[in-house]
């Protein structure tokens, strides 16, 4: 069981690293995505693309820190309770919130897996 969160928190690093990068590089469909349906402006979305490429990176250096994995899987609830929350005041319904829905239950997996283990 130990080595199946470990792998999940690898994933999940791999993929907060990759949708924060796409934020940074100025995606021009995350700019229109953040200015026009969800009312946030562009630095914004740069903001919460370092956010998610900080805490992937602290996911990722988790296998060799395990307390980084416990803070960044932590916030990264967070941050997808947030998009949850976005998507859904939007309008755009659970078809499309459902994404960042599974993203955060996979990092609560993460967080709650590294808390059981961390005790061993």
Do not use: C
């Amino acid at each position: 069981m130990k080595w199946a969160v470990r792998i999940l928190q690898g994933l999940v690093g791999v993929m907060f690293l990759l949708t924060g990068f796409m934020k940074l590089s100025g995606n021009p469909d995350q700019i229109e995505a953040f200015n026009e349906i969800y009312g946030y402006g562009s630095g914004f979305m740069y903001v919460v693309g370092g956010i998610e490429v900080l805490l992937a990176a602290g996911l990722l250096l988790g296998f060799w820190r395990n307390k980084l994995v416990s803070v960044s899987s932590g916030a990264l609830i967070i941050v997808m309770a947030g998009a949850v929350f976005t998507h859904l005041k939007a309008g755009q319904g659970f078809g499309i919130a459902v994404t960042p829905l599974v993203l955060l239950v996979l990092s609560l997996i993460v967080f709650l897996g590294q808390k059981k283990f961390m005790k061993t």
